[in-house]
């Protein structure tokens, strides 16, 4: 990787499993995006072919002339070949088949316990663990070996024990884990900001935020725009809209804001392992909450205060 006058070239970057078709895709739409940074990636899956297709999707995005962001697709026939001489490592896998992943949700129903993804706690997190946990091993040696020093990003659920396991494998790595949860609720902040105080054109990357918890259930304890405390905008426009809430024009199933459960079936649909009611059951809070910090996939928010 060279870096000269504010842009990354030749950026090196492993992907572990390159055959996806949700991240993937994503992945390679923000890097065509990013004027900054250009490079070369190379594409590892146990499915080669799936591979190979989005080696083809990449590099034909990339030949686009409204791609500012170039890059090279190559399809790694290992994970050595994937590994040697990265600069980043991005691991997007599902652990399993679909079929184990419906075993997940569905056969702690037997028992009266229901989720709705069953990726991150409750028995459905466990068994998936225990399916992640030796891949992540495997993946980890590799890492140490081929290019210990990658910054490496995990996408793959369970977050918390799949770079739990990197590092436990390999204590020097440098590893974080990435969930869209986080810059949702920037942009629900972002857009209260917009709104109640006219400020346009606020850039979501803006808006500083401190974050506690873990994947699927984070919480902000304070959140600023260029040293203005947001939070009691936040508390007054909450006060204000909390019947009907704050609509994202870019709004999807995983993002929304102060929802409760009497409202709408449940938030962000991971957090039903950590919090039942919100898979669809009433909140016993629904009389009666108000958000005093904000959580980062919606729900009642955080100390219950009455009305």
């Known amino acids: ?53 989005n080696e083809s999707i990449g590099n034909r995005l990339s030949s686009r002339p409204d791609a500012v962001g170039k890059w090279h697709y190559d399809t790694a026939d290992s994970l050595r070949e994937a590994l040697t001489g990265a600069d980043f490592v991005v691991i997007s896998i599902l652990p399993g088949t679909f079929d184990e992943m419906a075993v997940d949700v569905h056969m702690p129903e037997r028992l009266g316990i229901y989720q709705s993804v069953g990726d991150t706690a409750g028995p459905g997190g466990m068994m998936r663990g225990l399916r992640t946990v030796p891949m992540f091993a495997e993946i980890a040696r590799a890492i140490r070996e081929f290019s210990p020093k990658a910054w490496v990003i995990n996408y793959t659920n369970p977050m918390s024990l799949c770079v739990k396991t990197l590092y436990h494998e390999f204590p020097e790595i440098k590893a974080f884990g990435c969930c869209h949860e986080v810059f949702g609720t920037q942009k629900v902040l972002k857009g209260i900001l917009e709104k109640t105080k006219g400020i346009s054109g606020i850039d979501r990357r803006d808006i500083y935020v401190n974050v506690l918890g873990i994947n699927h259930f984070t919480w902000f304890d304070y959140a600023s725009y260029k040293g203005m405390d947001l939070f009691p905008i936040y508390r007054e426009y909450v006060d204000a809209h909390f019947e009907e809430g704050f609509e994202e024009r870019d709004r999807n199933w995983a993002n929304d804001s102060f929802a409760c459960a009497h409202r709408r079936g449940g938030d962000s649909p991971h957090q039903s392992p950590v919090r039942p009611w919100a898979a669809g059951e009433q909140c016993e809070h629904s009389q009666h909450c108000r958000a005093d910090s904000q959580s980062s996939q919606g729900g009642c928010g955080g100390d219950k205060r009455p009305l």
Do not use: C, H, N
């Open 1 to 53: 990787m060279k870096y000269l006058e504010g842009s990354a070239k030749d950026v090196q970057i492993a992907y572990i499993g390159g055959g996806s078709r949700g991240w993937a895709w994503t992945f390679m739409t923000d890097l065509a995006l990013e004027p900054s940074m250009s490079g070369r990636i190379r594409l590892y899956d146990i499915d080669r072919e799936a591979a190979r297709a």
